[in-house]
């Protein structure tokens, strides 16, 4: 059996997997990166390269 992944909404701090994203009926869902929380219908990305970046280099940086 696989587990459900579920997503925190950054927005109203609910919990939802992606099966039940209120973006689902989406003609854009295919090849869209966004998360859309159900609750509240906040789209927000999971992660950014860019900001995964910055911290990488700032932990190289940081003495």
Not at 5 to 20: A, I
Not at 21 to 41: I, T, V
Request: hydrophobic share 30%.
């Amino acid at each position: 059996m696989e587990k459900e992944v579920s997503h925190q909404c950054p927005l109203c701090g609910k919990l939802f997997s992606e099966e039940k994203m209120a973006c689902a009926g989406c003609l854009l869902s295919k090849d869209c990166n966004l998360l859309c929380c159900p609750h509240c219908g906040y789209s927000y990305k999971e992660r950014s390269a860019i900001i995964d970046f910055l911290k990488t280099l700032w932990r190289k940086i940081k003495p």
